[in-house]
């Protein structure tokens, strides 16, 4: 009797394509013959994981950013894969108000959260545009006639507008 190495060329009918229980591969040596049975378990995401987040901080009414987001799918096999997120990945997303909040990534049917939070805009500055036409100077009993020039509004989130002077101002 002697222990001999199994090879690649002694084994047929090893196929790990599919899953199933009880599949069945012969080793040859020589002139004789054994089978074997083995079980093929289907690859499957056993959970998943934020590595690199994305965009966490919006103001109202902003669009999802997903650039940049990768999550960590772990398999049942034990490795791992980075996988780059997608907007179809992403649920629970709002921002119609100012809020903290939680949003859902799902792949392969396994769940994990980002948290985010949304700012209200709001003006941060005003200027006055065109400030030689404003009227400055006044008799008594006069009164303003609206609108009465233009502001330049600055706002949080960078953006800006030209507003008209009203009386409410």
């Known amino acids: 009797s002697a222990s001999i190495n199994v090879t690649s060329t002694m084994v047929t009918g090893f196929d790990t394509s599919t899953a199933g229980t009880n599949k069945e591969l012969t080793i040859t040596y020589g002139d004789k013959s054994i089978k074997v049975t083995y079980n093929v378990t289907q690859l499957a995401v056993s959970s998943i994981s934020v590595k690199t987040k994305m965009k966490t901080s919006y103001f109202v009414g902003e669009q999802l950013e997903v650039a940049g987001g990768i999550i960590t799918a772990t398999y049942n096999n034990g490795k791992t894969e980075d996988v780059v997120i997608t907007n179809a990945m992403v649920s629970n997303f709002s921002t119609t108000f100012a809020k903290n909040a939680v949003l859902t990534i799902t792949y392969e049917g396994k769940t994990c959260s980002q948290e985010y939070s949304v700012t209200a805009i709001v003006v941060s500055s005003i200027e006055l545009l065109n400030r030689a036409e ?36």
Do not use: L, R, S
């Open 134 to 169: 404003f009227k400055t100077a006044y008799y008594t009993g006069d009164a303003i006639t609206y609108p009465c020039g233009q502001i330049k509004a600055t706002y949080n989130n960078g953006t800006t507008q030209t507003v008209n002077i009203t009386e409410t101002m």
